[in-house]
């Protein structure tokens, strides 16, 4: 059986920030997040570049056998990550200014009835299935590294000061990147977002919009809302893929935030 992305998505500059740092890519094998950051440094460059480095998997997927090996799923994602940071690199290279300029990268990929994960920084993935939401990827930041050293608890976390120091990300230097895969689940339903709804939106009002929100861009639409509703300071863009059938025909793969502007917008950190 064939399976692929029904995706809705929506990214929104929020009402704190003059622009958007965030980028994203959703299309039927394929969902990527990339949250820039550096400000000055041009975060949405970062972030901009990301998506065109990740975004061609979509197709590649297409052709994927139902039995490729998985480590030649993986071996694409890493490929496409380390473009992306290669990309980040030869930018702050021609241009030093530019140095300090960053993005997370979280990516859903979709082929051979698995789904394959890249992950680097504080955007996150969740998953719901059968009712029961979980988050499938681990914060790279500050306050995640005292609460596995157990310095503080999650109430403590969520209020944390420093809650949005990032510890990696794709910054044009070397740096280690999760990856995972696990199989492709009619049913199951993903989350991609950027840290301004994950700190806006608790886990718990996540989970009941992903289950009373059966269309994906309507559940994109309305957990952006809620983001804005709760007072984002910060850009929130959400990405939700639902794996079914392929009988249904194929979305328009859809490409969202700075990664649809041809020049890059300076702001503060994002």
């Given at each position: 059986m064939s399976v692929i992305l029904r995706f809705g998505a929506r990214s929104d500059r929020g009402a704190v920030r003059s622009a958007n740092q965030d980028s994203a890519y959703a299309g039927p094998r394929l969902l990527v997040i990339a949250d820039g950051m550096g400000g000055m440094a041009a975060g949405d460059l970062a972030s901009r570049l990301t998506i065109l480095a990740v975004a061609p998997l979509d197709q590649l997927a297409a052709a994927r056998a139902v039995d490729d090996p998985t480590d030649t799923l993986l071996d694409s994602l890493q490929a496409v990550a380390e473009d992306a940071n290669r990309r980040i690199r030869d930018e702050v290279a021609a241009n030093p200014a530019l140095e300090g300029m960053g993005t997370t990268l979280t990516a859903v990929l979709l082929a051979g009835g698995k789904i394959s994960m890249v992950h680097v920084?504080?955007?996150?993935?969740?998953?719901?299935?059968?009712?029961?939401?979980?988050?499938?990827?681990?914060?790279?930041?500050?306050?995640?590294?005292?609460?596995?050293?157990?310095?503080?608890?999650?109430?403590?976390?969520?209020?944390?000061?420093?809650?949005?120091?990032?510890?990696?990300?794709?910054?044009?230097?070397?740096?280690?990147?999760?990856?995972?895969?696990?199989?492709?689940?009619?049913?199951?339903?993903?989350?991609?977002?950027?840290?301004?709804?994950?700190?806006?939106?608790?886990?718990?009002?996540i989970a009941a919009a992903l289950?009373?929100?059966?269309?994906?861009?309507?559940?994109?639409?309305?957990?952006?809302?809620?983001?804005?509703?709760?007072?984002?300071?910060?850009?929130?863009?959400?990405?939700?893929?639902?794996?079914?059938?392929?009988?249904?025909?194929?979305?328009?793969?859809?490409?969202?935030?700075?990664?649809?502007?041809?020049?890059?917008?300076?702001?503060?950190?994002?």
């Amino acid at each position: 059986m064939s399976v692929i992305l029904r995706f809705g998505a929506r990214s929104d500059r929020g009402a704190v920030r003059s622009a958007n740092q965030d980028s994203a890519y959703a299309g039927p094998r394929l969902l990527v997040i990339a949250d820039g950051m550096g400000g000055m440094a041009a975060g949405d460059l970062a972030s901009r570049l990301t998506i065109l480095a990740v975004a061609p998997l979509d197709q590649l997927a297409a052709a994927r056998a139902v039995d490729d090996p998985t480590d030649t799923l993986l071996d694409s994602l890493q490929a496409v990550a380390e473009d992306a940071n290669r990309r980040i690199r030869d930018e702050v290279a021609a241009n030093p200014a530019l140095e300090g300029m960053g993005t997370t990268l979280t990516a859903v990929l979709l082929a051979g009835g698995k789904i394959s994960m890249v992950h680097v920084g504080d955007s996150r993935a969740y998953r719901l299935r059968d009712g029961e939401f979980q988050q499938v990827t681990k914060d790279d930041t500050y306050v995640q590294m005292l609460l596995d050293e157990g310095a503080i608890g999650p109430d403590e976390a969520a209020a944390h000061p420093h809650r949005s120091v990032v510890t990696r990300a794709l910054q044009g230097r070397q740096v280690e990147a999760r990856y995972s895969v696990r199989p492709a689940v009619v049913g199951d339903r993903y989350l991609l977002c950027s840290d301004g709804l994950s700190e806006a939106v608790s886990a718990e009002e996540i989970a009941a919009a992903l289950e009373s929100y059966p269309d994906p861009q309507s559940c994109a639409d309305q957990l952006v809302a809620l983001a804005l509703h709760h007072g984002a300071t910060d850009n929130v863009t959400v990405v939700i893929g639902d794996v079914v059938d392929a009988d249904g025909g194929l979305q328009q793969a859809q490409v969202l935030g700075a990664a649809t502007e041809r020049e890059p917008a300076m702001d503060g950190p994002a």
